[in-house]
């Protein structure tokens, strides 16, 4: 498994690749390392992929993934600043054990996740359309293998502090929270 980073959808080499060691499941603590600008959190959605492929079209990419899930990716502040620029940054500024916190996978009609960490909000909905070009471009350089994780990035990130508590969760769905983890 591995987990492609997607960090605008409209630059077909915006992308990384990093290993399964970053990931870390909802409702686990959140270790952030001291970084010395600050640390961020990019909202994201994430998609994952359930059967395997290389090449593939976009009119069939629809039928490689059905499950989607809220995600955050932890980084420096420095960092997401140059994702919110349009710079794609090095894959070692996110390549930390446990910087990617993914939610619970579903199958979702309308695409959208509501986030929350400590009063700031930021919503990111994706569309299916999006993700099948996404899942097409990526396919053309890597074999797409079960289980994989895509995470296409909301270039709007929130300032991370210490005992935060970060939560997501479906539009008029606040009952249910899809990701839920506290900053350590």
């Known amino acids: 498994m ?3 980073i997607i960090f605008n959808p409209d630059t077909p080499d915006a992308w990384s690749v990093l290993p399964d060691s970053v990931g870390l499941q ?6 952030v390392p001291d970084f010395e600008d600050g ?19 976009r009119r069939f990419a629809g039928r490689y993934w059905q499950e989607t899930a ?3 990716v932890v ?16 894959v070692t500024e996110l390549c930390f054990d446990s910087s990617i916190v993914t939610g619970t ?11 929350d960490n400590s009063g700031t909000q930021r919503t990111v909905t994706q569309d299916k359309e999006t993700i099948d070009k996404t899942v097409e471009q990526l396919s053309e350089l890597n074999t797409l293998k079960t289980g994989d ?26 009952d ?9």
């Open 39 to 57: 640390a961020c959190a990019c909202p994201a959605v994430a998609v994952k992929l359930s059967r395997l492929g290389k090449c593939i079209e």
């Open 75 to 90: 980084m420096p502040r420095g960092t997401a600043d140059k994702i919110r620029d349009g710079v794609t940054p090095d």
């Open 2 to 4: 591995k987990f492609l």
């Open 176 to 184: 249910l929270h899809l990701l839920r983890t506290k900053i350590k």
């Open 26 to 31: 909802s409702e686990r603590p959140l270790f």
């Open 149 to 174: 994780i895509i995470l296409l990035l909301s270039p709007h990130p929130f300032v991370i502090n210490e005992n935060d508590i970060i939560t997501a969760d479906s539009p008029g769905r606040n």
């Open 70 to 72: 809220p995600a955050i």
């Open 105 to 115: 996978f579903a199958v979702h009609d309308d695409i959208s996740f509501s986030f």
